[in-house]
Each structure stands twice: as structure tokens, then as C-alpha cells.
């Protein structure tokens, strides 16, 4: 039998973005389900475009080095454009998020360095063990990109039904000529985004808050 609706309500609601987890590695056949689960999601004419490019142990602990160091020297160049600008409710919902996290981990309005600082927790992995760089054939552009969202979004999900915490980064993809370099991914393939994942931590207080979600009559549009 399917799971029921409330079920997966639950796993929906179960689900958070983790930013800061224990060192305690994943063991591989958990991964391995979950991304046995995460690739039966649909995908446009079942190209199922995505590619996962998985670290553990020291090649975990040699992107987080790359990352920071990058981070340090800054120039962002993403595969995939980012966002021209939020507005409206979009930077509502952006700014709320931002707050709600900084007032959770103790940053004040006006604290730069306290900001900067939470904001490089990006480029740490969060400390997670593990991450996964997912990227999709350039050929096949935003629906490529549009089905590789689909498929993240399944891999948070079956990871928290595995007990795993996770958390989608675009930030990570941001320093998309150094992942091709460092990951040997070709060129062919645009970087989409990065998911650190791995047991989070109870006790931190970045993992003490969660986000709020529209009501339905703030996006959907009844026809009737």
C-alpha cells in the first residue's frame, strides 16, 4: 500500500535544512537508498539528466578546503545564472528566513562580521561529512535543471525518512570553474547545486529554527 497522505505530510513536515551536522559519517548503503529512492522522481521524456558526484572522508574534507579558499579569494561564476533580484513577497519570505536564522545563532541587525562569518558556514559544508554536487547536461538547459530540482527535492525527503539530515546549497555552486576542476566534471555538464548532508546536530542552535510556509491562497490561482 502507498503511503497515505498524512504520512507523507509528515515526512514533508519532518523535513529542514541542516546547518550544522555531526562528523559521524553515513554508512554507504544509506546513501545508496537514498538515492535509489531520490531517482524515481519523473523527469521530462525520463532523460533523468541528473549526476551526483558524492565525497566522503578526506575528498569531503579537500572540497571544504577548496571551498574556503575560494570563498576567500571570492569571484562567484555559477553554471546557472543566479536570481536578478527578489521582490515583493519573494524578499519577504528571504529576509524572514535570513533573520530568523541569525537571530537563532545570535547575530544581531548590523553585525557584518557576524553575518559574514554565518554566511561562510556555506563554504564549511556546515561541517557536514559528506556532499554531493549535482549537475545536469548543458544540451538540455532549464528543463534539465528543472528535473534535477525535482530529484533534490526527492533526496531531502528520503534522506530524513533515513534518519539523514541535508541541505541544498546554490551558494556551493557558485565556484563552478573550480568544481569542474577539482571534481572532474566536464564541462558539458552545468553544476546546479550542491546537497551536504549527514546526521545534523540536535544541540546547535542553527538547526533551532524553522521556516514558515504560504497559505494557499498566496500562490494558487482557483479556476473554478
Known amino acids: 500500500m502507498p503511503p497515505t497522505l498524512p504520512e507523507l505530510n509528515s515526512l514533508f513536515a519532518a523535513r529542514h535544512s541542516c546547518r550544522a551536522f555531526l562528523s559521524d559519517p553515513v554508512p554507504r548503503t544509506v546513501i545508496e537508498q537514498i538515492i535509489e529512492t531520490a531517482q524515481k522522481v519523473p523527469s521530462w521524456c525520463n532523460a533523468q539528466p541528473w549526476k551526483l558526484t558524492v565525497t566522503s572522508g578526506a575528498q569531503t574534507e579537500a572540497l571544504r578546503g577548496e571551498l574556503l579558499r575560494a570563498a576567500d579569494a571570492g569571484g562567484h561564476a555559477p553554471d546557472l545564472a543566479f536570481p536578478t533580484g527578489y521582490s515583493n513577497e519573494y524578499q519577504d519570505r528571504r529576509r524572514t528566513c535570513g533573520w530568523a536564522l541569525y537571530e537563532a545563532v545570535g547575530v544581531i541587525k548590523g553585525d557584518r562580521e557576524g553575518s559574514a562569518r554565518q554566511m ?4 564549511s559544508l556546515f561541517d557536514a561529512p559528506h556532499c554531493a554536487i549535482i549537475s545536469s547536461p548543458a544540451e538540455l538547459g532549464p528543463y534539465g535543471a528543472m528535473d ?3 530529484f533534490v527535492a526527492a533526496f531531502t525527503l528520503a534522506a530524513r525518512a533515513a534518519g539523514v539530515a541535508s541541505i541544498p546549497q546554490a551558494a556551493v555552486a557558485s565556484f563552478a570553474p573550480m568544481l569542474h576542476q577539482h571534481l572532474g566534471i566536464g564541462k558539458d555538464r552545468t553544476i546546479l547545486c550542491a546537497i551536504s548532508f549527514g546526521y545534523g546536530n540536535p544541540n546547535h542552535a542553527a538547526n533551532s529554527f524553522r521556516t514558515e510556509r504560504a ?9 473554478d
Request: glycine residues 12%; charged residues 30%; aromatic residues 18%.
Open 215 to 223: 497559505d494557499l491562497d498566496d500562490f494558487v490561482d482557483w479556476q
Open 120 to 123: 561562510r558556514q556555506n563554504f
Open 148 to 150: 534535477c530540482g525535482g
